[in-house]
């Protein structure tokens, strides 16, 4: 598992103690969620309000996510007010298939961190402020796609928890990142993939890897998945293996917070086709500080370093001259990949 979790960042698990009659009761109990209406999906009261769907913010078919799914918080789905609608047996095997698939990422999680301290990790409650109320459960549906050839079913992201255990159908669909190349994850029967999240790879300093993953559509099935994320209370500390660590210390509520604003709002790449029968005119205005003017942060602690207007558009120009195309914030950040 060590040596998998490191040059892949993923794995399958057999003999995980997870039955077969369980997954498919929940796939059983997951179809029938799924069959009902958008409107009752999408009321708030259902399963707490986690019902999610697409992209709003996506422009085009290649941001766009071609699913839905309820993320559910294990600790509203013991809750006595969580809303299961007419379906009165949902949330006992939600319950169920949870404390299943803790167990498993609980078992993997202290086993990959013994191998990297020498010692058990289980006896000092590992991963450190993970319990079951802090963790998610995931429902997936990626419905079959018309145009699936230009869509995903979900676009190539990471993890952003310790540690993520997907149950998968055998329609198959997911991606994995390795050598800059796609790999498709064959669906095997009776197993479980387990992939490394971004807070286990800062934590065992970048030893095990938390690597881009997709799902591509299908244009003639449905797929269903799901998928347990190990994660820790907001305010938990995401400490290290062991000094020096590439990583100052942090907690998630920190992580998930997103440069001015600190990447909550987005600079994003955009282009004019030419045409060519017409002549196209437009009129832009470009609000800009003076050029001695400093970039502040909306709050601390921000990933890029203090950078005057001047110093931003000098590097832009050099960006250009030298590589043909801007480059832009990376430059910025205050542990810059950038040569």
């Known amino acids: 598992m060590a040596r998998a979790a490191s040059e892949w960042g993923f794995f399958q698990l057999t003999n995980h103690g997870v039955s077969r009659e369980l997954m498919e009761k929940m796939r059983r109990e997951q179809a029938r969620l799924f069959r009902l209406p958008f409107e009752t999906k999408e009321k708030a009261g259902l399963l707490n309000g986690s019902y999610r769907w697409g992209n709003p913010t996506a422009t ?3 941001q766009l996510s071609w699913s839905e799914a309820f993320h559910v918080p294990l600790a509203r789905i013991s809750g006595q007010h969580c809303d299961f609608g007419e379906l009165t047996s949902l949330g006992c095997v939600m319950q169920e298939v949870a404390e299943a698939m803790s167990r498993v990422a609980n078992t993997v999680v202290a086993a990959l961190a013994e191998k990297l ?3 058990d990790a289980g006896a000092a409650a590992f991963p450190p402020g993970c319990d079951k109320m ?7 549906r990626y419905p079959a796609c018309p145009f699936a050839a230009d869509t995903f079913g979900l676009v190539p992201h990471t993890d952003s928890d ?7 159908d055998q329609v198959g669909g997911l991606h994995l990142m390795k050598d800059s190349c796609w790999v498709t994850v064959k669906p095997r029967p009776d197993t479980l993939i387990v992939n490394i999240g971004d807070l286990f790879q800062a934590w065992s300093n970048d030893t095990y890897k938390s690597v881009e993953h997709k799902v591509v559509a299908n244009a003639k099935s449905d797929r269903l998945s799901i998928a347990y994320f190990l994660c820790p209370s907001y305010d938990a500390f ?5 000094e ?8 998630f509520r920190e992580y998930r917070s997103k440069a001015y604003s600190n990447d909550t709002y987005k600079s994003v790449e955009h282009n004019v086709v030419a ?3 017409s002549d196209r005119l437009s009129i832009a205005y470009f609000l800009c500080p003076s050029y001695d003017a400093f970039i502040g942060t909306c709050v601390e602690p921000s990933p890029y370093r203090a950078f005057t207007f001047g110093e931003y558009r000098s590097k832009v120009q050099d960006d250009v001259g030298r590589t043909g195309k801007k480059i832009g914030l990376p430059n910025f950040l205050k542990c810059s990949l950038v040569q």
């Open 162 to 168: 310790f540690l993520t255990v997907l149950c998968q």
């Open 238 to 242: 995401i400490g290290t293996c062991g």
């Open 60 to 62: 085009s078919l290649r």
């Open 275 to 277: 045409n060519v029968k």
């Open 244 to 251: 020096p660590s590439p990583y100052r210390a942090f907690t």
């Open 134 to 140: 802090t963790c998610f459960l995931r429902l997936n």
């Open 117 to 119: 301290t020498g010692h």
